[in-house]
């Protein structure tokens, strides 16, 4: 089946860099999306397309790709940054939606 | 602009029913591939079902495939989920949200509802 892996949890002091990887073998050949969940919300789209930036998403915010690996980092980091993030991508040839099992960006 | 905006959750008991309605502004629900997405107590994100821009095309996870049932109202403008055979394992706050591609498996959700608990208990 199809899975993607994210690290449990990432902590990070404001103003540095927070990096947060996805893996996954069909990764290669399938777009990747990020969201962020803060506490009681839904999820927001922070990153579509491997590395597109939604409108009114921070510039902090970025996309990268690698093989079977994305990550999304977020630059100069804020306490508001403080959230799940999950990656997600579609299997079509089993015709399913996969999300990672989130990480947790704690600011520190 | 776009809203989605879910209804229809509350407490059942184990092997009931429920009907949830995602009702959407701004843009036209049959122009778009639409999904449901639940997330139990404390957990992760995990796809529900997806319905294509053909209202016939209808995509299930393994875990609710035979138990629920995505549909659409284009005259209301509503996304549907039927949901039977309730487990409590089916205990989540389910989201609906909007494909950015017409495909459903081809990209990912670039709106979402705020959300509606479903809780499944004798």
């Known amino acids: 089946s199809y899975e993607l892996t994210q690290p449990p949890s990432v902590s990070v002091s404001p103003g540095q860099t927070a990096r947060i990887t996805c893996s996954g073998d069909a990764l290669a050949n399938q777009y990747t999306y990020w969201y962020q969940q803060r506490p009681g919300q839904a999820p927001l789209l922070v990153i579509y397309?491997?590395?597109e930036r939604p409108s009114g998403i921070p510039e902090r915010f970025s996309g990268s790709t690698s093989g079977t690996t994305v990550t999304l980092t977020i630059s100069g980091v804020q306490a508001e940054d403080e959230a799940d993030y999950y990656c997600q991508s579609a299997d079509s040839g089993d015709t399913k939606n996969v999300f990672g099992s989130g990480t947790k960006v704690t600011v520190l | 602009e776009v809203q989605l905006l879910e209804s229809g959750g509350g407490l059942v008991q184990p092997g009931g029913s429920l009907r949830l309605s995602c009702a959407a502004s701004?843009?036209?629900?049959?122009?778009?591939?639409m999904s449901w997405v639940r997330q139990a107590p404390g957990k992760g994100l995990e796809w529900v079902s997806s319905l294509g821009i053909s209202a016939t095309t209808t995509y299930y996870a393994d875990s609710v495939k035979g138990r629920f049932t995505i549909s659409r109202d284009n005259s209301n403008n509503t996304l549907y989920l039927q949901i039977n055979s309730l487990r409590a394992e089916d205990t989540a706050v389910y989201y609906c949200?909007?494909?950015?591609?017409?495909?459903?498996?081809?990209?990912?959700?670039?709106?979402w509802g705020q959300g509606i608990l479903v809780t499944v208990s004798s």
């Open positions: 397309k491997d590395s």
């Open positions: 701004g843009f036209a629900l049959s122009t778009y591939a």
């Open positions: 949200a909007r494909h950015d591609y017409g495909d459903p498996f081809l990209g990912g959700f670039d709106y």
